[in-house]
Nanobody, 119 residues
Framework: QVDLVESGGGLVQAGGSLRLSCAASRRTFSSYRMGWFRQAPGKEREFVARISWSSGDTAYTDSVKGRFTISRDNAKNTVYLQMNSLKPEDTAVYYC????????????WGQGTQVTVSS
């Protein structure tokens, strides 16, 4: 069992920045692959970014490439999502998720944090 708690969301103007954090409860956090997802009102949840346990492998959805950066600090059991040049279309509830293997679905989810970007 991994408990995930997101923080760092809020209201920001277009062009601004936010850094989301996701703290994990498990001491073996470093073994987990981590991801960020988001869900906008009326839309399905979508993948945003992911990072391997060693931080050597990252991936992003096309709409955030060059603006968002995912990173992790295994010593702090925390994964981050640095979001720059925010756009109104980035408005959503952002969730972090964890899984042990690349071939498995994400099995652990946080409660989400709201990000609102005003135009």
């Amino acid at each position: 069992q991994v408990d995930l708690v997101e923080s760092g969301g809020g209201l920001v103007q277009a062009g601004g920045s936010l850094r989301l954090s996701c703290a994990a409860s498990r001491r073996t956090f470093s073994s987990y692959r981590m991801g960020w997802f988001r869900q906008a009102p009326g839309k399905e949840r979508e993948f945003v970014a992911r990072i391997s346990w060693s931080s050597g492998d990252t991936a992003y959805t096309d709409s955030v490439k060059g603006r968002f950066t995912i990173s992790r600090d295994n010593a702090k059991n925390t994964v981050y999502l640095q979001m720059n040049s925010l756009k109104p279309e980035d408005t959503a509830v952002y969730y972090c998720a964890a899984k042990l293997r690349a071939d498995l679905p994400y099995g652990y989810w946080g409660q989400g944090t709201q990000v609102t970007v005003s135009s």
